[in-house]
């Protein structure tokens, strides 16, 4: 079935870098642009970055950019988040989410179910 | 940027009822509005997209209306698996933003 699992979450002291990785499989990867999404404990949910189908293009949220960078592996099927230089603010819930069907501008229609980061000294 | 803003922040509703929830874009974002049903310790679900297609899959009772800078969400006939946090999502600008969330529990 159509499917993305995230995986690279942990525990990470502040100033440190960590990657995530997204493996997509039920569907046609190289198609879809593809978000990261965050939740801070106990906040809603915050759009971290995108990329493009073939990763020509990347846009990222004003709390991230210089810091995080968002790259796939099409031919891994798999999606990346290269979190450098964390603070405890980065501490959330990381889900990588598909871009629907027709395109990036009609939603995020198939997550996965997360994994953790947690930031602290 | 793009902010948005959700009322209310929560309800309380009896199975049943019809609830209303509201969205506000700081400009006008035509038709790119999109909702989203999460449950705690779960991934996000897809309700709406386009300000009023429904999703695949996604009950009738659940409908979405508005345009340029006002949406709402409507849930009809609520139903205890209805309980959850709903948060719309504005798609107009790539710098794509969330709304704050409306927590809805059932009496």
């Known amino acids: 079935q159509v499917q993305l699992v995230e995986s690279g979450g942990g525990v990470v002291q502040p100033g440190r870098s960590l990657r995530l990785s997204c493996v997509a499989s039920g569907f046609t990867f190289t198609n879809y642009a593809i978000h990261w999404v965050r939740q801070a404990p106990g906040k809603g949910l915050e759009w971290v970055a995108i990329i493009w189908y073939d990763g020509t293009n990347k846009y990222y949220g004003d709390s991230v950019k210089g810091r995080f960078t968002i790259s796939r592996d099409n031919s891994k099927n798999t999606l990346y988040l290269q979190m450098n230089s964390l603070r405890g603010e980065d501490t959330a819930v990381y889900y990588c989410?598909?871009?629907?069907?027709?395109?990036?501008?009609?939603?995020?229609?198939?997550w996965g179910q997360g994994t953790t980061v947690t930031v602290s000294s | 940027d793009i902010q948005m803003t959700q009322s209310p922040s929560s309800l309380s509703a009896s199975v049943g009822d019809e609830v209303i929830i509201t969205c506000r874009a700081s400009q006008s974002i035509g038709s790119y509005l999109n909702w989203y049903q999460h449950k705690p310790g779960k991934a996000p679900n897809l309700l709406i997209y386009g300000a009023s297609i429904l999703q695949s899959g996604v009950p009738s009772r659940f409908s979405g209306s508005g345009s340029e800078t006002d949406f709402s969400l409507t849930i009809s006939n609520l139903q205890p698996e209805d309980c959850a946090t709903y948060y719309c999502?504005?798609?107009?600008?790539?710098?794509?933003?969330f709304g704050p969330g409306t927590k809805v529990e059932i009496k």
């Open positions: 999502q504005q798609s107009y600008s790539l710098l794509f933003t």
């Open positions: 989410a598909r871009v629907g069907a027709r395109g990036y501008q009609y939603g995020m229609d198939v």
